[in-house]
Nanobody, 126 residues
Framework: QLQLVESGGGLVQPGGSLRLSCAAS????????VGWFRQAPGKEREGVAC????????NHADSVKGRFTISRDNAKNTLQLQMNSLLPEDTAVYYC???????????????????WGQGTQVTVSS
């Protein structure tokens, strides 16, 4: 059974950077499509970025394109989200997700994910 644990969240000033990490256990992550989602209070969950199984395809939401970068380290069985030029509207709980042989559609939320982490809080505030 795949288990996912996020880390790296915290408080950062606008314009700053954070790097989120998602550690997988119980199975090799390289056969899974993976993604990052976020949910702010009172808002629907938003798909932020994804990588298809095998790594051939990546996508980022328009709201984060050019600022966030998703990557995976198959040797370490981890997933990362590098977040630069953070804005107050990036404040949310961030979740990593995985799906066996999952894809990475243009709209990240269209890919169903069966495995989820517990989330890590990111707060962007001065």
């Amino acid at each position: 059974q795949l288990q996912l644990v996020e880390s790296g969240g915290g408080l950062v000033q606008p314009g700053g950077s954070l790097r989120l990490s998602c550690a997988a256990s119980g199975s090799r992550l390289d056969s899974y499509g993976v993604g990052w989602f976020r949910q702010a209070p009172g808002k629907e969950r938003e798909g932020v970025a994804c990588i298809s199984s095998g790594g051939a395809r990546t996508n980022h939401a328009d709201s984060v394109k050019g600022r966030f970068t998703i990557s995976r380290d198959n040797a370490k069985n981890t997933l990362q989200l590098q977040m630069n030029s953070l804005l107050p509207e990036d404040t949310a709980v961030y979740y990593c997700a995985a799906e066996y042989l999952g894809g990475c559609p243009r709209s990240v939320a269209r890919q169903p994910f069966g495995y989820w982490g517990q989330g890590t809080q990111v707060t962007v505030s001065s």
